[in-house]
């Protein structure tokens, strides 16, 4: 549609329906022009929601000088949402007619100076500065502010001595200018707020904002005022100060502080525990962990009562780790005979800490707990490990819950003595199978001879399971009994066990005989007979090739796939051969891939037999052969 012919579009802008005028606010958007903009300033206005945005974006999209000049009335509308609009709308474009905004900034309506003095504070271009100078003393106290604010965003130096001239203005003004000047660049605003701090000290308000701008400011020269104000008897205030002194030191700089101001700095943060939230309790938590004593544990334990370990993760954490940094081991033994919760992170801490004390004092009481509590106990008690505790965890798998006896089963792997695996081989029958699985790895763990002749016994279990378990121990001690228990267990009578035992095989590429592979690629269960038609492919057995193309017929989907893809690993004429056929006229799944196995040759001339496939009617079919080609030519495809 023509931008010169707006009849359709006029017809649309009447229409009743709301889905066509937003139609036709998209289709003046393409046409462009005053007349196009004439017709957006309708729509601008329309009951519609949809329609009233879509006609923004319209005007957003054709920006231009004319655009400008056609929404600067609308500031002075007398619909609110209209000036609203307006005002979104210059703010994306008025850069396009910045000098059209910088002649309104003397507009005669007040909400028309302020609104171009924010406008222009978004748009943010430094040949604003002087107008906005200008705004500062204008009038109309909204007007100043909007000024005030821009030239914040601005960050222009030029405007630090005008700002500082309405500190003493409306008390809404003069938080701006302080705000603002924490984005200013010059060398004199730490000391002008300085000097603000002081003279406003009997006003607590005013003394916080001027606190937070010196925090994002950062500038060391605010410690001394800061101490003094951590002297004052305002809370709020002495609150404000401590925030400001954790933004620009840190734990190192506090830590290195006098003796005097350091306590006073201890006390400060002990008493703002209960009032810091967020970010600023846990760098309270931080420094404390650095700089507290012992007044400071009993505080920040007191807080631990308030929070729910399970829910607020991130607070119990500062908590805990607090309390590690402390290193207040007679208060943490304490808590293990009070309440769980307690009983808990004394625990957690020392278990943390570590050493023969902690693990002595945390044993001495375990057997006093249930639950929760005594499985942070044996956890605690399996990270501080050692041969002192080996009668302790001895006693440990024995009990009815199954995290206490993973945990004792754990700690007895990192202490590893041999005696104790008749003990826990017990356990690779447990009904839990973590704790099973815990066996197995403390056993494998320990290691030695012992634990070599364990498995292999346990290889002729009655129960399968146990049997699997022995393979995995092997397996993860790398014995050399490996390769013997599992050419013995590839017999085996259950098909769970000989699955993995010949996947043992086929992973670790340990010897297997032509016979008992070929009695695996006949087995009735499909499990076994793909990871030994795998073996085939990968070790490349001639003479066992004829299974391969048997397989690729098989019913069963998965099995004919490792066919597929052990058939490519031959690599060979007659491997190439029916890998094409099979992508020529085969299921598509299986021609998928083939087309894979062929991209994995280093044989450069398939590429163009795969070209045919790229507009195969299968997508994934055509996307395999894409990545075939790409592959075979290196990836340059």
Same mark, same amino acid.
């Given at each position: 549609m023509?931008?010169?012919d707006?009849?359709?579009?006029?017809?649309?802008i009447s229409?009743?329906?709301?889905?066509?005028?937003?139609?036709?606010?998209?289709?003046?958007?393409?046409?462009?022009?005053?007349?196009?903009?004439?017709?957006?300033?309708?729509?601008?206005?329309?009951?519609?929601?949809?329609?009233?945005?879509?006609?923004?974006?319209?005007?957003?999209?054709?920006?231009?000088?004319?655009?400008?000049?056609?929404?600067?009335?609308?500031l002075?509308?007398?619909?609110?949402?209209?000036?609203?609009?307006?005002?979104?709308?210059?703010?994306?474009?008025?850069?396009?007619?910045?000098?059209?905004?910088?002649?309104?900034a003397?507009d005669?309506?007040?909400?028309?100076?302020?609104?171009i003095?924010?406008?222009?504070?978004? /748009? %943010?271009?430094? $040949?604003? =500065?002087?107008? &906005?100078?200008?705004? #500062?003393?204008?009038?109309?106290?909204? @007007? *100043?502010? !909007?000024?005030?604010?821009?030239?914040?965003?601005?960050?222009?130096?030029?405007?630090?001595?005008?700002?500082?001239q309405?500190?003493?203005?409306?008390?809404?003004?003069?938080?701006?200018?302080?705000?603002?000047?924490?984005?200013?660049?010059?060398?004199q605003?730490v000391?002008?707020?300085?000097?603000?701090?002081?003279?406003?000290?009997?006003?607590?308000i005013?003394?916080?904002?001027?606190?937070?701008?010196?925090?994002? /400011? %950062?500038?060391? $020269?605010? =410690?001394?005022? &800061?101490?003094?104000? #951590?002297?004052?008897?305002?809370?709020? @205030? *002495?609150? !404000?100060?401590?925030?400001?002194?954790?933004?620009?030191?840190?734990?190192?700089?506090?830590?290195?502080?006098?003796?005097?101001?350091?306590?006073?700095?201890?006390?400060?943060?002990?008493?703002?525990?209960?009032?810091?939230?967020?970010?600023?309790?846990?760098?309270v938590?931080?420094?404390?962990?650095?700089?507290?004593?012992?007044?400071?544990s009993?505080?920040?334990?007191?807080?631990?009562?308030?929070?729910?370990?399970? /829910?607020?993760?991130?607070?119990?954490?500062?908590?805990?780790?607090?309390?590690?940094?402390?290193?207040?081991?007679?208060?943490?033994?304490?808590?293990?005979?009070?309440?769980?919760?307690?009983?808990?992170?004394?625990?957690?801490?020392?278990?943390?800490?570590?050493?023969?004390?902690?693990?002595?004092?945390?044993?001495?009481?375990?057997?006093?707990?249930?639950?929760?509590?005594?499985?942070?106990?044996a956890?605690?008690?399996?990270?501080?490990?050692?041969?002192?505790?080996?009668?302790?965890?001895?006693?440990?798998?024995?009990?009815?819950?199954?995290?206490?006896?993973?945990?004792?089963?754990?700690?007895?792997g990192?202490?590893?003595?041999?005696?104790?695996?008749?003990?826990?081989?017990?356990?690779?029958?447990h009904?839990?199978?973590?704790?099973?699985?815990?066996?197995?790895?403390?056993?494998?763990?320990?290691?030695?001879?012992?634990?070599?002749?364990?498995?292999?016994?346990?290889?002729?279990?009655?129960?399968?399971?146990?049997?699997?378990?022995?393979?995995?121990?092997?397996?993860?001690m790398?014995?050399?009994r490996?390769?013997?228990?599992?050419?013995?267990?590839?017999?085996?009578?259950?098909?769970?066990?000989?699955?993995?035992?010949?996947?043992?095989?086929?992973?670790?590429?340990?010897?297997?005989?032509?016979?008992?592979l070929?009695?695996?690629?006949?087995?009735?269960?499909?499990?076994?007979?793909r990871?030994?038609?795998?073996?085939?492919?990968?070790?490349?057995?001639?003479?066992?090739?004829?299974?391969?193309?048997?397989?690729?017929?098989?019913?069963?989907?998965w099995?004919?796939?490792?066919a597929?893809?052990?058939?490519?690993?031959?690599?060979?004429?007659?491997?190439?051969?029916?890998?094409?056929?099979?992508?020529?006229?085969?299921?598509?799944?299986?021609?998928?891939?083939?087309?894979?196995?062929?991209?994995?040759?280093?044989?450069?001339?398939?590429?163009?037999?795969?070209?045919?496939?790229?507009?195969?009617?299968?997508?994934?079919?055509?996307?395999?052969?894409?990545?075939?080609?790409?592959?075979?030519?290196?990836?340059?495809?």
């Open positions: 023509k931008f010169t707006m009849t359709g579009i006029d017809g649309m229409s009743e329906d709301p889905s066509r005028r937003r139609k036709a606010a998209t289709l003046l958007a393409e046409a462009g022009g005053d007349a196009a903009l004439d017709r957006l300033e309708l729509l601008l206005r329309d009951e519609n929601s949809g329609v009233r945005d879509a006609a923004q974006s319209a005007v957003v999209l054709l920006g231009s000088r004319a655009a400008v000049e056609k929404m600067l009335p609308l002075s509308d007398e619909d609110p949402s209209v000036r609203n609009t307006a005002i979104d709308i210059l703010r994306k474009i008025g850069i396009d007619g910045v000098d059209l905004l910088h002649a309104h003397k005669a309506d007040d909400n028309v100076r302020m609104f003095l924010d406008i222009l504070g978004t /748009i %943010g271009i430094h $040949e604003s =500065v002087d107008i &906005l100078i200008e705004g #500062l003393y204008d009038v109309n106290p909204n @007007v *100043r502010n !909007a000024a005030v604010i821009s030239l914040g965003e601005l960050g222009d130096p030029r405007a630090f001595d005008h700002l500082k309405l500190i003493n203005d409306e008390e809404w003004i003069r938080f701006s200018v302080i705000e603002s000047l924490a984005r200013i660049p010059h060398e605003a000391d002008f707020l300085l000097d603000e701090l002081k003279r406003w000290s009997n006003d607590g005013t003394v916080c904002a001027i606190l937070e701008t010196l925090a994002a /400011i %950062g500038s060391r $020269e605010a =410690v001394r005022p &800061l101490m003094d104000i #951590l002297e004052g008897s305002d809370q709020y @205030v *002495r609150f !404000a100060a401590v925030r400001t002194l954790l933004a620009i030191m840190s734990g190192d700089d506090i830590a290195a502080l006098d003796p005097e101001s350091l306590q006073l700095v201890r006390n400060v943060l002990e008493s703002y525990l209960s009032e810091a939230e967020g970010d600023h309790l846990y760098r938590l931080e420094v404390l962990g650095r700089i507290g004593d012992e007044e400071s009993m505080r920040i334990v007191g807080l631990s009562g308030g929070v729910e370990p399970d /829910i607020e993760t991130d607070k119990w954490g500062a908590i805990r780790s607090a309390l590690e940094s402390l290193g207040n081991v007679g208060l943490m033994v304490s808590l293990l005979d009070a309440d769980e919760k307690s009983a808990i992170l004394g625990a957690e801490v020392l278990g943390s800490i570590g050493g023969e004390r902690e693990a002595r004092e945390i044993a001495a009481r375990i057997s006093t707990r249930n639950g929760y509590g005594k499985r942070v106990m956890d605690a008690l399996a990270r501080i490990g050692g041969k002192g505790l080996r009668q302790t965890m001895l006693r440990l798998i024995g009990d009815e819950d199954g995290h206490v006896v993973g945990s004792a089963l754990k700690a007895l990192e202490i590893g003595c041999p005696d104790d695996i008749g003990e826990i081989r017990k356990f690779l029958q009904p839990y199978p973590d704790v099973r699985s815990s066996a197995l790895e403390t056993i494998a763990r320990i290691g030695s001879e012992k634990a070599e002749e364990c498995f292999t016994e346990l290889a002729g279990d009655a129960d399968p399971n146990v049997r699997i378990m022995a393979l995995e121990g092997l397996l993860r790398r014995s050399s490996l390769g013997h228990v599992s050419s013995y267990l590839l017999k085996d009578p259950s098909w769970e066990v000989r699955t993995a035992a010949v996947k043992i095989i086929r992973d670790t590429g340990l010897p297997l005989e032509d016979d008992l070929v009695a695996l690629l006949n087995d009735e269960r499909d499990e076994i007979r990871p030994a038609i795998d073996i085939v492919g990968m070790r490349r057995v001639q003479n066992l090739r004829s299974f391969l193309v048997d397989a690729i017929g098989s019913e069963e989907m099995t004919a796939f490792h597929v893809e052990a058939l490519g690993r031959f690599r060979d004429d007659d491997a190439k051969t029916r890998l094409l056929s099979i992508l020529e006229r085969g299921p598509d799944f299986l021609r998928i891939s083939a087309a894979k196995a062929l991209g994995e040759w280093e044989d450069e001339a398939l590429a163009a037999e795969l070209e045919v496939y790229l507009d195969d009617e299968n997508i994934d079919v055509a996307r395999a052969a894409a990545e075939a080609i790409d592959s075979l030519h290196g990836g340059a495809f």
